[in-house]
């Protein structure tokens, strides 16, 4: 059972107070110690915010997140989401205050931050089908309310500035001239001369016009080049723009160099091309040793030049950006025209205008073999997967970052930092992210392609939720912050649903009726009031509705929380109304058929390990009730003035709790840990939560209910999530039930249609996936899984943030 967050913070305090002497590593002490949960608590605890730990104690603390009670009813916005991330990120040390609204213990054993925004899902998504999210309701152990936000929220998470502090800004500005001393030992290296320090999209790297001339490229109108044929290219191509990676082999023959093999890869590095091609001349040297082509090789083919520049033009998408090495030969030999190349030997630059080998760039950078002795000359599709990946590898990571880590391997030589005592302090950014980065821990997004501020070298785009997750997993570096956008729900919903206050409505209407009971017959004349009387010593009514039929009176009462559902079931079915016995019963549909699996789910979450739901019952004398019935053990009749039981005269509307006289009567029963009274601020709360130390002490309260009810006491397990105000509350914020129409009220209790199915195998999905992620996560990484919710014209759909801390297996 998670220890409670008040306990924690009076053994904080107690701890506080014992002089340095008295805490010390003594296991023959800790042998005396008292075995009372209080002690046993208190040797788990440190001093938090200490300096240095106590080492005997260290291996056993691990940092925990948790709401404190009396907040969990409060949704929180972005920004105090961010105020969690920083804190957990930098921690005091960094001059960042504590999160006022959550409590993370032993910030500073926590080694990554990962968070997952599940784009188009809402709280009401969640509880809807949750028993299908199996993984995400097990992993996490702490909810609570997220307020949606209009802005994009993985950039509100990279984006959002910390608050200035002097020892923030003395760390980040150490750390900047740090760098910036490397970086101006790096100002005169050929690539950092050429390209810059920053990391900049593909187009950067595209050759212009110029430098193809200069560098031998096949040009349109420049002499020469009259008879060579041009792709169907567009004029000017984008950072989004694919890349294909080109390579090809050759034969001497009487007029020099000819094509005998060319191979084509598409930007995932697929073979969209390899054909062997007939040179036009006698071939004086096949080149075997280099292209691997023998006379036998050739001596069936009938692909001609023309051919394969025909297959080229009809692959390349207009706006393909050509990779090769020494890209100018292979085109040559193509005797192809292509306007926007990217040329991987003049990417990876060496002094005086000298080349690496594609052999060994790939070697140093890719850490691949390729062109090896043991094969028979030189794999083009091989060479053209290297190529591209060395030009993939140097737009992602930067021209700076290339020569850091590959200086010594490649160019032969290090630098040494210079001193930077004299050099102004600048002025360091308080962006999230450029402060990690400052401080050398990497942050990386994957997801869809979003406005995301931050340099392309930290982004993934992808296009399905399995290519966010394998990128993520095959990560050879684990970033320190990863955000990860997982978006097939949200397509899905747009696709079936495309308004988000229908989506809203599907939804919850299967929310509204788990808090649903059918009950009648009842008396002739028998008024909606009577019915709430009656039904409110369960729990807070939200609506009556009254069925009359031609020949009785139903009534259809829906429960503000699940537990008075349960209660109503429980306690006021089949029992005698001025002689007439009723029958309480849930609604009848397909929606409601695993409902119990739902109830019993909920009920087992470890946040309701230890949790009753209490109703107290306002009692008066009465007379003896003629024609009551015997049911349950009690004698049960109802009177328009409230319900009678045995004789007692209960009433809820006007009952009051107290906790003092809830732990008086339940403590008798165990040890009660905390007693929660929801209520509105001015408001006497009618119902009570009530913790027990243990599962063992709420499984004893619960077998004494038939003695809590002559103390007037209704209880049963806590169903409601305890962040939640209310189980309908996200049902009730952005639908008018008064404002629903009956063609609408039809469509959102069409419940388990194909549409239904098809949600609910898609969540499955997702589910697993977010299983697979957690367990990939390291120990000691701090995992937010955000469902963001919808805004629209008419209001906000409330979402739901899941925290937990990964601790080891």
Known sequence: MNLNLEDSETITLNIELLPPAAVTCN??????????????????????????????????????????????????????????????????????????????????????INVVVLEGLTQGHFYRHYLALKHLRSNYTTRVTFTPTSTNLPSGI??????????????????????????????????????????????AYVLPQDEMIKRHFPVKGMPGFEEFVCTESVDCVTDSSPLYGLDCEMCLTVKGYELARVSLVDNDGNCVLDELVKPQRIVLNYLTEFSGITRAMLRPIKTTLRDVQAKIKSLLPSDAVLVGHSLNNDLMALKLIHPHVIDTSLLYRREFGQKFKLKVLAEAVLKRQIQTEEKTGHNPVEDAVAALELAQYFIKTGPRQVVE?????????????????????????????????????????????????????NQQWHNSDKEVLI????????????????????????????SPELQHQKVCANLREMCVVFAGPFPAGFSEE???????????????????????????????????????????????????SIKVQRPVNESMLDLDLTLDALMDHSSNSGHIYAVK??????????????????????RCSGVRINGTHLQSTKSKLCEETIRETFSNLGSVERVHLP????????????????????????????????????????????????????????VDPGKETAEDKEMTHINNSSQDQEMDLLMRKLDRRLG?????????????VVLPGLTSAHGHVPGLCLMEVKKAS
């Open 405 to 457: 880590v590959h200086l010594e391997e490649l160019w032969g030589y290090t630098i040494e930092e210079e001193s930077s005592e004299s050099a102004p302090a600048p002025t360091p950014s308080l962006r999230f992210a450029d402060i990690l980065q400052t401080l050398g821990r990497p942050v990386a997004y994957l997801g869809k392609r979003s406005d995301i501020t931050l340099d392309l070298s």
């Open 679 to 734: 209520a509105k601020p001015g408001k006497y709360s009618r119902h009570a939560y009530i913790q027990f130390e243990s599962s063992e002490d709420k499984h004893a309260a619960l077998s004494a209910s038939e003695d809590l009810l002559k103390r007037n006491y209704l209880i049963c397990p806590c169903l409601t999530p305890l962040h939640l105000s209310s189980w309908i509350t996200t049902a009730t914020n952005s």
């Open 772 to 784: 697979k992620l957690f367990r990939s996560l390291s120990d000691d990484t701090l995992s937010v």
């Open 471 to 498: 990128s993520f997993r095959t990560k050879t570096q684990c970033p320190f912050l990863s955000v990860l956008q997982f978006s097939s729900i949200s397509d899905h919903l747009k696709r079936c649903l495309p």
């Open 530 to 580: 009577e019915v709430k009387r009656l039904f409110c010593c369960c729990g807070p009514v939200r609506k009556i509705k009254m069925l009359n039929t031609t020949f009785r009176v139903h009534a259809e009462v829906e429960f503000v929380l699940l537990e008075g559902a349960v209660l109503a079931l429980k306690t006021l079915n089949g029992f005698n109304i001025q002689g007439q």
């Open 617 to 638: 019952l306002k009692s008066s004398t009465a007379e003896s009730i003629p024609a009551s019935e015997k049911i349950n053990g009690h004698m049960l009749d109802v």
């Open 158 to 203: 990279f984006s959002n500035k910390l608050p200035e502090s002097d020892g923030l800004t003395r760390t980040l500005s150490q750390r900047e001239n740090k760098n910036n001393g490397l970086h101006r030992g790096l100002m005169s290296h050929p690539v950092i001369t050429k390209f810059g320090t920053q990391t900049r999209g593909l187009t």
């Open 27 to 112: 296991r023959q002490k800790k042998r005396n110690v008292d075995s009372g949960a209080h002690e046993k608590a208190k040797r788990l605890k440190t001093v938090p915010d200490s300096e240095k730990s106590l080492e005997c104690q260290s291996s056993s603390y691990s940092s925990r997140i948790s709401v404190p009670p009396e907040r969990l009813g409060q949704p929180i916005t972005v920004s105090e989401l961010t105020e969690l991330l920083h804190y957990a990120a930098l921690g005091k040390t960094g001059g960042i205050k504590r999160p006022s609204w959550c409590r993370l213990s032993h910030q500073k054993r926590i080694k990554a």
